[in-house]
């Protein structure tokens, strides 16, 4: 009975993960069909934000000059976008796949290959939104970004169970 209610949790777990995941990508797919122009303004408003963060008096500029902050780091901005949502989007595939009786090299490959491939198929997707460009550069961003992701859930999941088994 005991390894029944174990079983149960664990498909709850990863139900639970998997929709999680979908979410992460359906998140991505969003920001990606916005055109160049409503991409460009959601950046700066991010770039604007960091400016408020970082510039003690950044309430004070002129507008124009927040703007030309924002676009300043519009670059980094946007890569930093690109990293972090495919590192996201490669924990959750992680923790929705892993399954001990898998080989470790099954519970690192499958999620990475599941970020991989929805990467290039963002950047391609891309190629069909004004003003957007599907770039090589980005999908080995993004898949840097997904490998983080899977590494750091990984070593999570290991020490949760080392924890656990005392």
């Known amino acids: 009975m005991k390894s029944l209610i174990t079983k149960l949790n664990l498909n709850k777990r990863k139900i639970m ?8 990508m359906t998140i991505i797919f969003c920001f990606s069909s916005k ?5 460009t303004k959601e950046s700066h408003k991010v770039g ?17 000059a927040q703007e030309r902050y924002a676009e ?3 670059h980094p901005v946007r890569k930093t976008a ?16 892993y399954d001990e009786k898998y080989r ?11 970020g ?28 840097s970004g997904v490998l983080t992701g899977v ?6 999941l290991l020490a949760i169970r080392k924890y656990l088994e005392g």
């Open 17 to 24: 993960f998997w929709i999680l995941t979908l979410i992460c």
């Open 35 to 39: 055109n160049a122009d409503d991409s």
């Open 48 to 64: 604007k934000t960091v400016g408020y963060i970082v510039e003690y008096d950044f309430q004070d500029w002129t507008p124009d």
């Open 72 to 74: 300043k780091i519009d």
């Open 82 to 97: 690109h990293f972090m949502e495919y590192m996201l989007l490669g924990s959750l595939a992680t923790y929705a796949w």
């Open 104 to 114: 470790k090299w099954i519970r690192l490959a499958v999620p990475f290959a599941i």
């Open 116 to 143: 991989a491939v929805y990467s290039m198929t963002d950047e391609l997707h891309q190629l069909l939104v004004s003003g957007r460009a599907g770039m090589i550069t980005d999908v080995l961003l993004d898949c």
């Open 151 to 156: 590494l750091l859930s990984s070593l999570v």
